[in-house]
C-alpha cells in the first residue's frame, strides 16, 4: 500500500498524533493554515468523498462524534471551528486517503479560495 496516510496510521511516517482508536486517527497537519490544524482519517483506506456509500458510511458519522470530542477538549468548540474535506482535483485533494481538516484558534475567511 503505498498510501500516504496509512503509512501515518501504521508508523512507517511519523506524525503528531492527538487522537487514535480501532477506527480513527487524528494528527497536526504538517503545514498548519491555522493556529490549530488537524487532520483525521478513518483507519480504513477509503480514497475520497466519491467512495461513500451505505455500507461505509458509519465510519463518516463516528469521525464527526470523535470531531465533537476533539473540540471540546481544545475548548474551541465555542470560538467555533472548520471541518473541510477537499475531494478531487477542483477540490484541492491531495492525498487520495479520505481526511477531514479541523482548523480552528483564529478567525476563518469565507469563502475560500
Ligand atoms: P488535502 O489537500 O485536503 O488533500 O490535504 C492534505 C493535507 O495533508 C495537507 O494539508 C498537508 O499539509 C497534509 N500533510 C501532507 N503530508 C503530511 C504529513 N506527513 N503529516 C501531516 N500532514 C501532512
Ligand atoms: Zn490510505
Redesign the pocket.
Known amino acids: 500500500n503505498d498510501c ?2 496509512c503509512k ?1 496510521i501504521s508508523g512507517d ?4 498524533k492527538i487522537f487514535e482508536n480501532e477506527f480513527v486517527y487524528a ?7 491555522a493556529p490549530f ?1 488537524a ?1 483525521i482519517i478513518p483507519k480504513e483506506h477509503i480514497s475520497s468523498m466519491n467512495e461513500i456509500n451505505e455500507g461505509n458510511s458509519e465510519i463518516i458519522a463516528h469521525i464527526f462524534v470523535v470531531i465533537n470530542k476533539l473540540v471540546k477538549e481544545l475548548n474551541i468548540h465555542e470560538t467555533g471551528y472548520r471541518i ?3 475531494c478531487g482535483k477542483d ?6 486517503h479520505i ?1 477531514f ?1 479541523i482548523m480552528g484558534q483564529r478567525e476563518l475567511k469565507w469563502p475560500p479560495g
Open positions: 500516504l496516510f501515518i511516517i511519523p506524525s503528531s494528527f497536526k497537519d504538517i503545514d498548519p493554515q490544524h487532520i473541510i474535506n477537499n477540490g484541492g485533494q491531495t492525498v487520495n481526511h481538516h
